[in-house]
């Protein structure tokens, strides 16, 4: 029996519409009166560009190792490309899986009880029913990614179109009956650029980061993308800029209306909005539009992470089951099943304010920090013709990221770093005695294959 791999099917408008849709999904919504709050003033707008300045800047970084390893996985094969595929890459990679298997159903479990909890705009939902809903938001994009990926393009670009519809039409709200341009004057009211108002930012950014993750997800669907070592860093930089505008515009919009006094202490703050300049039919119709994009955003990340334990499990390193792909429509069915049935439990058992802290303290230790260092050691290592595309002022960016990450991290709070750490302390337990089971790094009594 011949082995089946996974088909490059992907485009470039495919792929940015993938990373896209994972990037607004609920965040935006549910966090624009989280970060007013916490900014408590109409400088907010810096946190959110804060936001787009750290993913950009960590976007190089991704489209080096994008470029230059267009695998399935993403970082599962970028770290132990770095750190050495027969030495401590394997327990670099080994703990990204194992964060990942918990970080990645939490992500998906985020934009599930955020879609739950705009659902209740329309109908008050008891605890109950808030936490069936959630679920059913996750078993139903399992049915939906249990497909070919050239069915899940298309998909994924009838998703985005949503999105697009719906930051199109807050943002043209405010610029029809709001005072669009009163924000950005105000911006500075009251602000004082001193070690308080930085702190705000990092503690803010903390929200606004969570609202921007996924501008990396066609690097886990490398092996699937199309002319690779150019459409995912495009993929990436044009979906970055699309939507830092339209987080942007879309914040102005609002507040150009709904004064950020009333904005921060709402919950359905765009819905208020549309029911402000519209009224009450078009604010249901506008809650309908951001659970279809809070519902694409789920799709998305479950479809970038379950490439991640697939990758491990194809390459020896995780459970052989994850590696499985299906015998017809050539996707990772065992995977995408897993991640699913893991989120669907955390979408029952926890609050959202809590998941967004712990997605990014367990992440930014092995995936972000772990990977910009791994790049530093390949580019030192390596020839550069191994790398199709190449950051300006290397390493200049690569600095700068690991320094915002590490502030980022510290802004999560104490009790995140700490759960982060454990995390990552048991997973270390869990691969040494695994290395030490299978004779692998740093026990290896025999070669391991590449």
Not at 61 to 78: D, H, M, Q, T, V
Not at 132 to 159: A, N, T
Request: with cysteine.
């Amino acid at each position: 029996m011949s082995k089946i791999d996974l088909e490059r099917r992907l485009g470039l408008m495919q792929a940015t519409a993938i990373n896209m849709i994972d990037m607004v999904g609920i965040g935006p919504f549910i966090t624009l009166p989280m970060v007013i709050g916490m900014m408590n003033g109409p400088y907010f707008i810096y946190a959110w560009v804060a936001g787009a300045i750290l993913s950009f800047i960590d976007a190089f970084i991704w489209s080096e190792l994008g470029a230059a390893f267009p695998r399935a996985g993403g970082s599962y094969n970028f770290l132990k490309e770095a750190y050495g595929k027969s030495g401590a890459g394997r327990f670099m990679s080994f703990l990204f899986v194992w964060q990942t298997m918990i970080q990645a159903p939490l992500v998906m479990a985020s934009a599930a009880i955020g879609f739950a909890s705009y659902f209740s705009f329309l109908v008050p939902l008891s605890p109950l029913g808030s936490k069936l809903v959630s679920g059913g938001v996750v078993v139903l994009i399992v049915l939906l990614l249990y497909r070919k990926i050239e069915e899940i393009g298309k998909i994924s670009v009838l998703l985005w179109i949503g999105v697009l519809l719906t930051m199109l039409w807050i943002i043209g709200g405010g610029i029809a009956y709001g005072n669009f341009t009163q924000p950005i004057k105000q911006m500075n009211d009251g602000v004082t650029f001193n070690f308080a108002f930085i702190a705000a930012i990092g503690f803010a950014s903390v929200k606004t980061v969570y609202s921007y993750l996924g501008y990396y997800n066609a690097c886990h669907l490398g092996a699937e993308i199309i002319n690779p070592t150019k459409n995912i860093p495009r993929s990436m930089f044009l979906s970055i800029a699309g939507i830092a505008a339209l987080y942007l515009l879309m914040n102005i919009s609002v507040v150009s209306v709904v004064p950020w006094q009333q904005a921060k202490e709402s919950e359905f703050v765009v819905s208020l909005f549309i029911q402000e300049i519209a009224g009450s039919t078009a604010a249901k119709i506008a809650t309908c539009l951001i659970l279809w994009v809070a519902f694409a955003s789920v799709f998305s990340a479950t479809l970038g992470y379950s490439r991640i334990p697939y990758a491990a499990a194809a390459d020896g390193a995780f459970f052989k089951v994850f590696g499985q792909l299906h015998p017809t429509k050539h996707f990772p069915h065992f995977s995408v099943l897993a991640l699913g049935a893991v989120a669907f439990v955390f979408s029952l058992l926890f609050k959202l304010s809590d998941v967004i802290s712990a997605i990014l303290a367990m992440r930014i230790l092995i995936q972000f920090i772990g990977q910009a260092i791994g790049l530093i050691i390949l580019r030192s290592n390596r020839d550069k013709k191994e790398f199709p595309y190449r950051m300006p002022l290397f390493p200049l960016p690569v600095i700068l990221a690991i320094a915002m990450w590490v502030g980022i991290l510290l802004s999560t709070g104490i009790t995140m770093v700490l759960s982060g750490l454990a995390v990552i302390s048991v997973g270390t337990v869990v691969y040494f005695i695994k290395a030490k089971i299978n004779s692998e790094w740093p026990f290896n009594d025999r070669p391991v294959p590449d």
